[in-house]
């Protein structure tokens, strides 16, 4: 039997693969980043032993165990770190919305520096406290479940997925949080197309080794249909994405200069006039259902490979997210944010480098000028503006 302790038992619940920049609330939880040595600051000092040893059986890559993690808590239980089982479902739900508004402020293409998130740095995991340090362990199974006893923590190891190596969080959006509990507190739809999208999201950006680039993009063609609402058809879900976006600049095929129209001689004077975004969805969609379905068509034409589209969805999904709030009056676009939804064309229209060559993709370039001028701009509006109020 494991050490006796003197401590009243509960349930906590951790990502011990990430540690938020600050402390943030969802519903009913508040997810604080802690330090494993400082544990007694969340967990008092009589769990805190036993919570830093339940802590410190999770690994890295190198097999030594973390130093640092974020913590769930429900402010509303008598005992703030004890979660309680039956509200662990709800924690993991919470831990899906923080991850989707943490991803959403990825960059992509910034250098090795640059911070690099997934969905599996989100994963959340509960474990009871009892008051020694054996433990059960439990999995689910199909139709049922399997459960591990005569386990300690001592002798017991969880090591980090792979693909969280060199990951790290440095920003949530707490605005895009509060926009979503708006959102829900309301019954406004967006809530219930993002439920039903999220997850699918999420799993096609883990960056999982059990799923091939194919299938990520046959659930990232999945999450958009879900948030915009089933389409019959790329054509109808192109069309709808499409709807969301004519208040930003952009160009259209026949000014582009890498994509092309399908190869259908009728539909290509149409197509010509479509901005290119619109042209992207309409693909992702037929190559998310190549996937489900194996039917390749000829006539069709292919302007991104499997990974462009992986960086395009990842990137586009919160964006579409935050416009389809900005239009319920539920979300205010940064200054960012709104370069971000003029200059997608221009991404989907650009040079995505050689790594052969090492000849860096325009992306980041293309953004960064992007916000360049745009600051430059609202600087001389508000200098502009200033002076017409002060007059010299």
Partial sequence: ?????????????????????????IGAFRFVPVDVDGAADVFGPEAAPLAMKAMRTHVDQGGKPITSCTVVL????????DVGRDHVDAAMRAAEILALCCLSEQQYFEGFFAAHLNAAMFFAIGMPLRQSEDISLSYPRRGMSLRVGGRT????????????????????????????????ASGNPIWASLEAALQFFL????????????????LSGVAFERLL?????????ATAFAARWTRFPGHTLDAAKRVKPDHKPEWIAEQLTWRVH?????????????????KERDHLSSNWVVGQHMVIAAFVFPLLLKVML???????????EEVDCEVVDDLLDSDWGNPKTGRQPAWPTIVGEARGAHGLRRAVERAMSEAGRHPK
């Fill in 1 to 25: 039997m494991g050490q006796q302790i003197a401590m009243t038992p509960g349930f906590m619940v951790m990502l011990p693969w990430v540690k938020l920049p600050a402390q943030v609330s």
């Fill in 74 to 81: 429900r402010p509303r239980s008598p005992v703030a770190w």
């Fill in 153 to 184: 923590f001592s002798n017991t190891i969880f090591q980090q997925p792979p693909q969280v190596e060199g990951t790290r969080c440095d920003e949530v959006n707490a605005r895009l949080l509060r926009a979503l509990a708006k959102a829900k």
């Fill in 203 to 218: 799993l096609a950006n883990a960056e999982s080794m059990e799923l091939n680039a194919g299938n990520c993009l046959l």
């Fill in 229 to 237: 609402g089933p389409p019959p058809n790329a054509l109808e879900l």
């Fill in 278 to 294: 619109r042209k992207w969805m309409k693909e992702l969609y037929e190559q998310r259902s190549v996937t489900a379905h194996g």
């Fill in 326 to 336: 900005s239009d319920a009056g539920l979300y205010e676009l940064t200054d960012n």
